[in-house]
């Protein structure tokens, strides 16, 4: 059973407009909830980490927010550029974590694609 | 400072060959990571390396193994290519028992 389900899957918007991307997960406890940028091709680049007591974390014009009653966090990406076309993954780490990387949970990510 | 870097960038192998991938870890970092990431498909680690032995391992065979050297540097060695090893493989490196890890571009791998 996936552990951390992205949605949607795929996404298509024009360059300017705003957007969301879910993350629900059912790990739980956890330790902290990261979202990643992955260019294709390329490996993934940190966007942001929240652990379970922060309800957002903003690095420019991503910002990140996260319910961990409803175990759901989002990922919201403001005036949209044609760079920010990438997947964008969702990771969980469950609690205990200490460096034992096998625990992370990653999700299969959003496809992002901003046009012009 | 140099991140993390990965060799070669593209890789192309026949089913029953054998490959080797590279890695250096970040500048400071003692502990290596590696994932394999099938398309459209979020990665899967693969197993971590620190003072040069396997400390932990994913749901991966035998087939896999790998190496760390007393620079830190990582290899990744795959026997017997199969049609499903295709994908991009990742390093990501971090300091012991810390949770943020760095990954490199990756190496794409094509087995056909």
């Known amino acids: 059973k996936n552990q951390v389900e992205q949605s949607p899957q795929s996404l298509i918007i024009l360059e300017g407009k705003n957007c969301t991307l879910q993350?629900?997960?059912?790990?739980?406890?956890?330790?902290?909830l990261r979202w990643y940028k992955q260019d294709t091709g390329r490996g993934p680049v940190s966007l942001t980490i929240m652990t379970f007591s922060e309800n957002t974390k903003s690095n420019g014009r991503y910002t990140a927010t996260l319910d961990a009653d409803t175990k759901q966090s989002s990922l919201h990406i403001t005036a949209s550029q044609l760079s920010d076309s990438a997947s964008y993954i969702c990771v969980v780490i469950p609690s205990g974590y200490g460096g034992a990387t096998n625990k992370l949970i990653f999700g299969t990510g959003t496809l992002l694609a901003v046009q012009p | 400072d140099a991140g993390v870097t990965q060799s070669p960038t593209h890789l192309i192998k026949t089913r029953g060959q054998q490959v080797t991938l590279r890695c250096s870890p970040k500048s400071g970092h003692d502990t290596v990571s590696w994932y394999q990431q099938a398309l459209g498909q979020g990665p899967q680690f693969i197993f971590q390396?620190?003072?040069?032995?396997?400390?932990q391992r994913g749901n991966f065979p035998d087939r896999f193994s790998g190496h760390q050297f007393p620079n830190y540097s990582s290899e990744l060695n795959v026997n017997a290519l199969l049609l499903g090893d295709s994908a991009l493989y990742l390093c990501?490196?971090?300091?012991?028992?810390?949770?943020?890890?760095?990954f490199g571009p990756g190496t794409r791998l094509t087995v056909l």
């Open positions: 990501a490196s971090s300091l012991e028992g810390a949770d943020t890890q760095y």
């Open positions: 390396y620190y003072e040069e032995e396997e400390r």
């Open positions: 993350c629900n997960y059912t790990v739980s406890p956890f330790s902290n």
